[in-house]
């Protein structure tokens, strides 16, 4: 009985405090994610730009989005080109949703914004899906308390199984 008591309480902390699993809602993230994809979070993490997170937003719903900007970080937005710091920074999971945009003839995935800096303790997320997104630029910076994890592992649909890059 007391093996039995043990394994939940570690598989029960574990899940707590290291990681978590969750489904994907929506189209945000897409093609990155599709609705329903299943992954794992892990809930100790170091955020760096580009690694994708989910977080709490406002209304009590958890978003997963695409870290642009961490604390400090200067971001900016001109003809469709993301720039961090005064760089401009390839975007290569926009790929398959800028070759829609243009067949829609839409001018652009993301529209310019002016130069900000990301204040301490926060984050400016974008979504994968720039034309059907609530993000940052919606909901403005995300508190570093807000956020639940990082997204690490992907565990469906099978043909995606693995490590998230």
């Known amino acids: 009985m007391r093996v039995i008591f043990l ?13 978590e699993p969750v489904a994907v809602h929506g189209e945000s993230m897409m093609p990155t994610f599709e609705d329903d994809d299943k992954v794992v979070l892990m809930k100790i ?60 003839g839409t001018v652009r995935l993301t529209e310019d914004f002016e130069e900000f800096t990301v204040p301490a303790e926060f984050y400016y997320v974008l979504g994968d899906n720039r034309l059907n997104s609530m993000d940052s630029r919606v909901l403005g910076f995300i508190s570093k308390d807000s956020i639940v994890g990082e997204v690490k592992v992907r565990l469906s649909p099978l043909e995606h199984v693995g490590i998230v890059e």
């Open 45 to 104: 993490y170091t955020i760096e730009n580009f690694d994708m997170i989910v977080f709490t937003a406002p209304n009590g719903v958890n978003f997963i989005k695409r870290v642009i900007g961490v604390p400090g970080d200067r971001i900016s937005m001109e003809d469709d080109q993301l720039f961090v710091n005064g760089r401009a920074e390839a975007e290569p999971y926009l790929d398959k949703n800028r070759k829609i945009v243009e067949q829609q």
């Open 7 to 19: 394994t939940v309480l570690i598989v029960l902390m574990s899940r707590h405090f290291l990681f």
